[in-house]
C-alpha cells in the first residue's frame, strides 16, 4: 500500500523567502507525481505534474523536483508571497488513482 | 470550459440518512474519480469510473455506491450515514486514455455534516 508523507506539516515565512516542501513515498513503482494546492474549504488546484521518467518541473516561481529511487520529492517556490498562504499537497499515481499526503500549511507573513 | 462542477455545495444529514453527491467532468473527460477529505487530512480514494463502470475502488463500506451516466456525469450515494462520514467529497475527473500522462482536474467539493 502506497504511503505518502509530507513534512513539515505547517510552516511560516516572512515574505519573500524561499519555501521548500518535502514529499516522500515508499511505492517507487509510480506513474507521476502532483503538486497541488488548496485553499481552506476549497477543491485542489494542480500546480505541477511530474513524470515518472522526469527529474524536475518548473512553472514560474514553482519548481519541483522527482527522486524516484528515493522515494522523494521537493516543491520550492522562490520569492513567496502572502498569496502563497494554502495547504500544499502532493500525491503520486499508481494504479491510476493519487495516493495523498496530509499536507503542508503555509502562511506567508507580510 | 466550466471545469469539473459539483453539487450541492453543502449538506448536512443526520445519523441513517441517505445522501446523494453530483459531479459533472470537465469538458471531454471521460473517467471520473470520488475522493473524501477528512479536516486536516489529504483526500482518500473512494472508487473510479469509467465507461459506466467502477473500475477501481478504495478501501471504502459497500455504503458507499456510486454510478456513472452516458454523458459522463456521476454520483456519489452514501447510505446509513455515519457521524465519520462528515467530510469534503471531492470529484476529479480526467481523460482515461491519457491516464498517468495528464493530470486530474478537482471540482469545488461538496461539504457534508453529519448531526
Known amino acids: 500500500k502506497q504511503e505518502v508523507t509530507q513534512i513539515p506539516a505547517a510552516l511560516s515565512v516572512p515574505e519573500g523567502e524561499n519555501l521548500v516542501l518535502n514529499c516522500s513515498f515508499t511505492?517507487?513503482?509510480?506513474?507521476?507525481l502532483q503538486w497541488f494546492r488548496q485553499d481552506p474549504g476549497k477543491g485542489l488546484t494542480s500546480l505541477l505534474l511530474?513524470?515518472?521518467?522526469?527529474r524536475e518541473q518548473t512553472s514560474g516561481r514553482l519548481n519541483a523536483s522527482l527522486d524516484k529511487s528515493s522515494g522523494r520529492s521537493t516543491l520550492y517556490i522562490a520569492a513567496s508571497q502572502p498569496g502563497d498562504s494554502a495547504t500544499y499537497l502532493c500525491a503520486v499515481v499508481n494504479d491510476y488513482k493519487l495516493s495523498f499526503g496530509a499536507g503542508t500549511t503555509v502562511t506567508v507573513r507580510a | 470550459d466550466a471545469g469539473v462542477t459539483q453539487s450541492p455545495t453543502h449538506l448536512i444529514k443526520t445519523r441513517g440518512q441517505q445522501v446523494t453527491l453530483r459531479c459533472s467532468p470537465k469538458s471531454g473527460h471521460d473517467t471520473v474519480s470520488w475522493y473524501q477529505q477528512a479536516l486536516g487530512q489529504g483526500p482518500q480514494f473512494i472508487f473510479q469510473?469509467?465507461?459506466?463502470?467502477?473500475?477501481q475502488r478504495g478501501n471504502f463500506p459497500d455504503r458507499f455506491s456510486g454510478h456513472q451516466f452516458p454523458n459522463y456525469s456521476s454520483e456519489l450515494n452514501v447510505n446509513a450515514l455515519l457521524l465519520g462520514d462528515s467530510a469534503l467529497y471531492l470529484c476529479a475527473s480526467r481523460l482515461g486514455r491519457l491516464a498517468g500522462i495528464e493530470t486530474q482536474y478537482f471540482g469545488p467539493g461538496t461539504r457534508l455534516l453529519v448531526l
Open positions: 469510473y469509467y465507461e459506466e463502470e467502477e473500475r
Open positions: 511505492d517507487s513503482a509510480i506513474y507521476n
Open positions: 511530474i513524470q515518472s521518467s522526469q
